[in-house]
């Protein structure tokens, strides 16, 4: 696999695990972490099914991630607004590289999640955080605000919890990110790992061009089409997939009661 300076990324028994690896500051992206999550989003979509079924996103060392480099913040401070601007920009894609991944997603959280480390769990697909986690959307705290990651947080937890969470900067454990949507489930450490297995099978039970192409459906549904869009392109989704092999195999399975092709232990 290709070394990274910030991250690492290991694939095993097809479960891709990108780690944010800056331990020493507690995973506080920078310039060039943003670039290489953006780098290993787009390798793993190169990769296929019978390589990759699930992508889980985690922190090394005491916490998942602190947010910005305050180093890396104060040399952005002193740029001008096109650099600015670009610098951000390449933020709004490293949290679209992870929404947009063509494998279920899976956010690991332990530790601190604040600030914009909150946009790169709230961009996947499930996130499982240890209840002792301190989570903080604490920008305004600094005079900025949560700019990047609020479409992502925005869609989890909705217009007015967004409100409390954003404008006040507010510190808030893992169960209280669970009662606001932001987790979906939040546990002790041999409960969560009890979690994930369990959601990975779920995950890799299940067909994985269907998994695929219905994260596909609710990004188009969500952010793409209109109304009588949906219409007319959901029918003819169901239509391709019900003659797909895929959609074949998996009745085929069901209606001869077996396990279809794509199960581990067929």
């Known amino acids: 696999m290709k070394q990274f300076q910030t991250i690492e990324l290991s694939i095993d028994n097809k479960i ?11 995973n506080a992206f920078n310039e060039t972490m943003i670039a290489e999550i953006i780098e290993c989003f787009e390798e793993i979509e190169k ?3 019978k390589t990759v079924r699930v992508v889980i996103l985690r922190g090394k060392g005491k916490s998942f ?9 104060k040399g952005v401070a002193n740029y001008s607004y096109e650099e600015n601007y670009l610098e951000s920009y390449k933020l709004s894609m490293c949290f679209n590289a992870v929404y947009s991944c063509k494998f279920p997603t899976i956010a ?22 240890h209840r002792d986690t301190v989570f903080s959307l604490s920008e305004v705290k600094i ?9 992502y ?25 669970q009662q606001a949507g932001l987790a ?3 546990h002790g450490e041999k409960k969560l790992k009890s979690k994930l297995s369990d959601l990975i099978s779920k995950l890799k039970t299940s067909g994985p061009v269907a998994v695929s192409t219905c994260k596909q459906l609710i990004y188009d549904v969500e952010n793409q089409w209109t109304h009588e869009e949906a219409m ?35």
């Not at 891709?16 to 507690?26: A, E, S, V, Y």
């Not at 005079?143 to 479409?151: K, L, M, N, T, Y």
């Not at 003819?236 to 232990?265: C, H, V, Y």
């Open 16 to 26: 891709g695990t990108i780690t944010l690896n800056r331990p020493d500051i507690h």
């Open 47 to 49: 990769l296929d099914y």
């Open 65 to 73: 991630c602190a947010g910005a480099d305050l180093n890396w913040m």
């Open 108 to 129: 690991m959280v332990h530790g601190a999640a604040i600030g914009g480390a909150n946009g790169l769990l709230a961009a996947c697909d499930f996130v499982l955080a």
């Open 143 to 151: 005079g900025i605000v949560p700019a990047c990651i609020s479409p």
């Open 153 to 177: 947080v925005i869609k989890r937890v909705g217009e007015y919890k967004s409100k409390e969470l954003m404008l006040t900067g507010m510190r808030f454990n893992g169960k209280e990110a």
């Open 184 to 186: 979906n489930w939040s």
């Open 232 to 266: 007319e392109n959901t029918a003819k989704m169901i239509a391709d997939l019900r003659q797909s092999e895929e959609g074949q195999e998996g009745m085929s399975s069901f209606l001869e009661k077996r396990k279809p092709n794509w199960t581990e232990d067929n």
